[in-house]
């Protein structure tokens, strides 16, 4: 479990941590991200929990980052690593052993602005076992989370897709 730096949180009665989530936590949070539907895979969950100060109160979580396994199927990753002419199972294969999707980063409304996002990023980055993590983001004009985190945006020919983003980790 990592602690969130308090420094920046101190107006908060209590204490921010992430640590190791369960796809039954997604729940808390589903509703408040863009897309209705629940990732279709799970790799790995991180979870930031807020812990108030005071005896008996439960932690209530609070943000979550989902990692997924890749889809063989996908054009901006096609175009940035020139997969474009490998066989739909050369691609899988090569997606499978190369990288994870990033596929959700949620922070509940009333703890949006602390910086969170970031945290959760790093911390889901850093329970991905290959060697690169990508992410496709709708937001990603309004919110430059991914950029912030190190990720490398790649820009869609049409501007009504969505931004890619990919990250060399090992």
Request: hydrophobic share 40%; with cysteine; proline share 8%.
């Amino acid at each position: 479990m990592t602690m969130i730096p308090q420094n920046a949180l101190d107006f908060l009665p209590g204490r921010i941590t992430l640590g190791p989530g369960k796809t039954a936590e997604y729940a808390a949070l589903e509703r408040f991200h863009y897309l209705a539907k629940r990732p279709a895979t799970w790799a790995a969950i991180v979870v930031a929990r807020y812990l108030p100060d005071g005896a008996g109160q439960p932690a209530r979580v609070i943000g979550i980052a989902v990692l997924s396994y890749p889809s063989a199927v996908h054009r901006a990753r096609h175009r940035t690593f020139g997969l474009g002419a490998m066989s739909y199972g050369q691609r899988l294969r090569w997606a499978n052993a190369n990288l994870r999707t990033i596929s959700r980063v949620v922070v509940h409304p009333q703890f949006r602005s602390l910086g969170l996002t970031r945290p959760l990023i790093e911390a889901i980055c850093a329970r991905c076992t290959t060697p690169l993590i990508e992410s496709t983001a709708r937001m990603g004009r309004a919110h430059p989370m991914f950029e912030r985190a190190g990720f490398t945006r790649v820009d869609p020919p049409d501007d009504d897709e969505p931004l890619y983003y990919w990250r060399r980790l090992h």
